[in-house]
């Protein structure tokens, strides 16, 4: 099992664009979750699905979108991204949502300049 | 609110001197306490879980234990490939919008000196 992969490593962006951030997991986890890890701030949640077809809001939504049409990949979508988006981002997956633990991807490292 | 507070911020030890890292938490009801280790440039990964005061977990030079308040984690002769940011985590037992978030502690950098 490859666990959770996330794609790309690295990005750089200016003020405005777009993108999506990949993550896929092969391990037939129902949860699956995205992360934002910032100096002095810890791991904060943006989103996070309990099943293909379902998502809800964490702590820091604002300018991130999610989508869950499969139980294998949970893309994270940049509206519009802004210099305070500039940060290391990790995808999650877990087996279920209560009292089981989180599998973290390797991290996508994201510059808004 | 959850809170998550891990001390000390950063540790230095020499290799073969055991020590302790604290994670105080502030929590309505607890689900799971979880302990993760992350390498520098790379995604944390997954150590323990502890579930109700009293528990214990062990895994090679590191144990788990966990109170009503606070959980720590001991180091037993550590070496150098034991350096790395220990992350602490917790799971509430209520549901709501935030049903299943984790609220993680912001870290103890630990480094251990040949």
């Known amino acids: 099992n490859a666990g959770v992969t996330q794609t790309p490593k690295f990005q750089v962006l200016k003020t405005g664009q777009s993108m999506t951030l990949q993550c896929a997991q092969d391990?037939?986890?129902?949860?699956m979750s995205w992360y934002r890890q910032d100096p002095g701030m810890g791991l904060r949640l943006i989103h996070y699905?309990?099943?293909?077809?379902?998502?809800d809001q964490g702590e820091v939504p604002n300018g991130y979108n999610v989508s869950r049409s499969t139980t294998e990949d949970f893309p994270l979508r940049l509206l519009s991204a802004a210099p305070s988006q500039t940060s290391v981002y990790f995808c999650?997956?877990?087996?279920?949502?209560?009292?089981?633990?989180?599998?973290f991807g390797p991290g996508t490292r994201l510059t808004v300049t | 609110e959850d809170q998550v507070t891990q001390s000390p911020e950063a540790l230095r030890l020499q290799e073969g001197e055991s020590s302790s890292l604290n994670c105080s938490y502030t929590?309505?009801?607890?689900?799971?306490l979880f302990w993760y280790r992350q390498d520098p440039g790379k995604g944390p990964e997954f150590l323990f879980t502890?579930?109700?005061a009293g528990e214990e977990k062990e895994k090679e030079r590191l144990k788990a234990t966990l109170t009503k308040k606070e959980s720590f984690l001991h180091i037993t002769a550590p070496k150098p490939e034991d350096s790395a940011t220990y992350l602490c985590a917790v799971q509430e037992s209520t549901g709501g919008t935030s049903y299943g978030k984790l609220t993680f502690g912001q870290g103890t950098i630990l480094t251990v000196h040949p």
């Open positions: 929590v309505s009801g607890l689900r799971g």
């Open positions: 999650a997956s877990s087996p279920g949502q209560i009292a089981y633990e989180q599998y």
């Open positions: 502890l579930y109700s």
């Open positions: 391990m037939n986890h129902e949860y």
């Open positions: 699905s309990v099943g293909a077809g379902i998502t």
